[in-house]
T-cell receptor, first 115, second 116 residues
């Protein structure tokens, strides 16, 4: 069965510092991978996705992620965080069940930004 | 494109009552998904529709839960005889399908249910 692990439940960084959020997946075939962001009380917003091709993908809000098949990882990065980046971040993989393409999410990483 | 909308945004109910939530997907999307998210966890898949057909249900969806998507447009999720364990955020998402773009699911703001 597909699964996603986000090892860091909570990360605190200073504004302007770089950021890396970790994501490891378990999937038997080529994965389709996503990062979503959720602000308090809000739904999920798609940051970026990886389907195939270039393993470094660019997303919205200055985020990028790198797919590393050998490490089963899809880590999210941002060179300089802003206070508005404080939110919950979820990594997800598509799990194919009867073509349902349901998303399987990690537990999430809560990002706090220090001024 | 007005995005996915959900109604109500918040619902407080007493244990044993029935509740119904509504989701309106992005208009051209033929796939609609329901997820449940409890505090401190990622969303978990409940069920999905392609047009009006409900094609998959998670084991999380007990007999007290029922979902419909009449005419392949909006969807409703009903919970009968609510229990305190049903307290969660219920998220709806929609996507194009089938095919590559169908993997991109767009989420609504969610309905937060509190069962007292």
């Amino acid at each position: 069965a597909q699964s996603v692990t986000q090892p860091d439940i909570h990360i605190t960084v200073s504004e302007g510092a770089s950021l890396e959020l970790r994501c490891n997946y378990s999937y038997g075939a080529t994965p389709y991978l996503f990062w979503y962001v959720q602000s308090p009380g809000q739904g999920l917003q798609l940051l970026l996705k990886y389907f195939s091709g270039d393993t470094l993908v660019q997303g919205i809000k200055g985020f990028e992620a790198e797919f590393k098949r050998s490490q089963s990882s899809f880590n999210l990065r941002k060179p300089s965080v802003h206070w508005s980046d404080a939110a919950e971040y979820f990594c997800a993989v598509v799990g194919l069940i009867q073509g349902a393409q349901k998303l399987v999410f990690g537990q999430g990483t809560r990002l706090t930004i220090n001024p | 494109d007005t995005g996915v909308s959900q109604d109500p945004r918040h619902k407080i109910t007493k244990r044993g009552q029935n509740v119904t939530f509504r989701c309106d997907p992005i208009s051209e999307h033929n796939r609609l998904y329901w997820y449940r998210q409890t505090l401190g966890q990622g969303p978990e898949f409940l069920t999905y529709f392609q047009n009006e057909a409900q094609l998959e249900k998670s084991r999380l969806l007990s007999d007290r839960f029922s979902a419909e998507r009449p005419k392949g447009s909006f969807s409703t999720l009903e919970i009968q005889r609510t229990e305190q364990g049903d307290s969660a955020m219920y998220l709806c998402a929609s996507s194009l399908g089938p095919g590559g773009p169908s993997y991109e699911q767009y989420f609504g703001p969610g309905t937060r249910l509190t069962v007292t």
